[in-house]
């Protein structure tokens, strides 16, 4: 019973980043990941108690535009699963899986890099295949990506499965700090290499006022996004509005088209 | 048309499509051309009955391979109509698809992402979190139900995307251009708040002339301009990218080994 569970929780760390990656339905948020592990587990009570602890953590803690974030469903995963097998207290499970759940989680965020750095090879070599007329060849290379996301989150809970926390510890112990904080801080940086590319292809040049409101309202006004992306659609709106009534809908998708690649060669220089 | 040069792409082709790419969609992401991999894998099938000729095929998905980052939920509605214009020119619609994937995918992202990553898990977070911690996992549940149901409706937005993106697109004509400058502010607007809310950089060294302690990021650059490095090395990492001298990758290692170097040195913390 317990290898079985063991073998399940592993399986389901391999499958959350997938998911969360791709179809979106059982996510690697906390309160989903603690259900399924409370029921792998047989222990929905003291599962949920902790996952409702990560997912109040984790709110607000968005990956998008490519950064790295501290995996807190993994934290909740390897939390649930140790702590279950530690105590039958719920207080004592609670601390016992915050101890362990962090440092795995933020672990998350180093391998969360490596993976996004494995993944340019995989692309390389897959339009290598392609050029080359091998498109079988293209399509097995493909499943690199997945394999290499899924082992990212499948091998620190293995880890913790067969060995507990203390393998993750030393692990940490045993690389400099230096490098695990420069990993991070990596990973906090990376992200800028998405914006700036998605900026190349949008006219900043044009909307350049834009750029800076939604800059100063975020970094001096601490404005949430959410209310930010409200100002943008009011922006937005008004823009809208105000130019259907002058643009006569007589132009073809053609000219729409090259129009749009006229911009991109515009603020490319 | 004398020889056959395509066969006709049927409904269950583009479903295949759609739920490859979303299978797909960020787990081969790099930081080099980010989901460009999974829409060549998205695509590959489809766009094989479209183009027969090796030539074509190999030209159409290399043309798939540049760079492409959008929110994924919204990329099906741009891959739908992606494949429909493909389907109707063949190989010529190639620069039109390009053009037509990168000048939404931006405003996209900036509306799908906070949408998407940031209004919706907050929402079903608070509920499903604030229900966790007495040991109810019924906000969970209703969670996954909701993803479940999503997933029917992306799928749904790729066929959308197919039978009516370029009908929408001629249709409106110009005021497509009026849609996406709009939707460019949007998204302009709220990458504009993403640099400081996303990009993190801190100085933890502090001047020490005796007792008086006086840290350079919150009593310095704080002052000057708060998330002033982050903005600073946007505008390094968009101009070293417009001057087109690196390619992604050696950027991707130049901020890599300037973060190693800046912990050692314990210039930059975390």
Known sequence: ?269 | MSEKTSDAVTKKDVRKAAIRYMFMACNTFNYENQQAPAVVYGLSKVLRKIHKKDEDYKASLNNHFNYFNTTTWMANLLLGASVAMEEKDGIKSKDAVQAFKTGMMGPLAGIGDTLVWVLYPTIMGSIAGYMGLQGNPTGAIIWLLLNVFFFFFRVELFDLGHTSGLKLITALGDKLNVFTEAASIMGLTVIGALIPSVVKMTIPIAFKTGKVSLPIQTEILDKIMPALLPAVLTFVVYKLLASKKFSVTQIIFMVIGLALVCSFFGILGV
Request: aromatic content about 10%.
């Open chain 1, 1 to 269: 019973m317990e290898i079985i569970q063991g073998i399940l929780i592993i399986a389901l760390a391999f499958w959350m980043v997938l998911d969360q990656q791709g179809f979106v339905i059982t996510t690697w948020f906390p309160a989903i990941i603690g259900m399924i592990a409370g029921i792998i587990m047989g222990d929905m009570t003291t599962a949920m108690i902790i996952a409702g602890t990560f997912q109040l953590m984790a709110l607000g803690v968005a990956n998008i535009g490519g950064s790295s974030v501290p995996n807190y469903g993994l934290a909740t995963l390897v939390g649930i699963y140790v702590a279950i097998r530690t105590t039958h207290d719920v207080e004592h499970a609670k601390a016992v899986a915050l101890a362990v759940g962090v440092p795995v989680g933020m672990l998350g965020i180093q391998l969360d890099v490596l993976g996004k750095l494995l993944n340019s090879y995989v692309s390389h070599a897959a339009q290598k295949a392609l050029n080359l007329g091998k498109f079988k060849k293209m399509e097995r290379i493909f499943w690199l990506g997945p394999l290499i996301f899924g082992l990212t989150t499948a091998l620190p809970t293995a880890l913790c499965v067969l060995f507990g926390d203390k393998l993750v510890r030393l692990i940490l112990d045993v690389v400099p700090k230096w490098f695990t904080d420069g990993l991070s801080i990596a990973g906090s940086m990376l992200p800028v290499v998405g914006i700036a590319l998605l900026l190349q292809f949008m006219p900043v040049k044009k909307y350049l006022t834009m750029l800076l409101i939604g800059f100063v309202v975020s970094a001096y006004l601490k404005l949430p996004i959410l209310g930010i992306a409200i100002l943008g659609f009011a922006f937005a709106y008004y823009y809208f509005t105000q130019n259907m009534k002058k643009t006569p809908a007589a132009a073809t998708a053609g000219a729409a088209s090259t129009d749009a690649l006229d911009e991109g060669d515009d603020f490319d220089e």
